[in-house]
């Protein structure tokens, strides 16, 4: 059975910095990608970034260009989302999921293609 539990999460004030962490155990995760979601109170679940776990392909959404960086560490089965530079628009519950490779860059985008949900952890940025 697939887990993924998330950590990290925290307070922190406007400009700082958080590494969450992403722990993935239950399967072989080779032909699988890794994505970050987050969620604000009253908001739809929004794309952040995702990985490959195989190659590290990754991708990002425009908000995070710049100030996240996704990476993995295969030995682990664990991949991070580091975040810089926070904003209080940052503040959100941050989920990780998984799901098969796909070729098409917009299908890490929507949560519906996800298979697998970790119970997220929240970041709250302090202006």
């Known amino acids: 059975q697939v887990q993924l539990v998330e950590s990290g999460g925290g307070l922190v004030q406007a400009g700082g910095s958080l590494r969450l962490s992403c722990a993935a155990s239950?399967?072989?995760?080779?032909?699988?990608?890794v994505g970050w979601f987050r969620q604000a109170p009253g908001k739809e679940r929004e794309f952040v970034a995702a990985v490959r776990w195989t190659g590290g392909w990754s991708t990002y959404a425009e908000s995070a260009k710049g100030r996240y960086t996704i990476s993995r560490d295969n030995a682990k089965n664990t991949v991070y989302l580091q975040m810089s530079s926070l904003k209080p628009d940052d503040t959100a519950l941050y989920f990780c999921?998984?799901?098969?490779?796909?070729?098409?860059?917009?299908?890490?985008?929507?949560?519906?293609?996800?298979?697998?949900w970790g119970q997220g952890t929240q970041v709250t940025v302090s202006s």
């Open positions: 999921a998984v799901k098969q490779v796909a070729y098409s860059e917009t299908a890490y985008v929507q949560p519906r293609n996800y298979d697998y």
């Open positions: 239950g399967r072989t995760f080779s032909s699988y990608a």
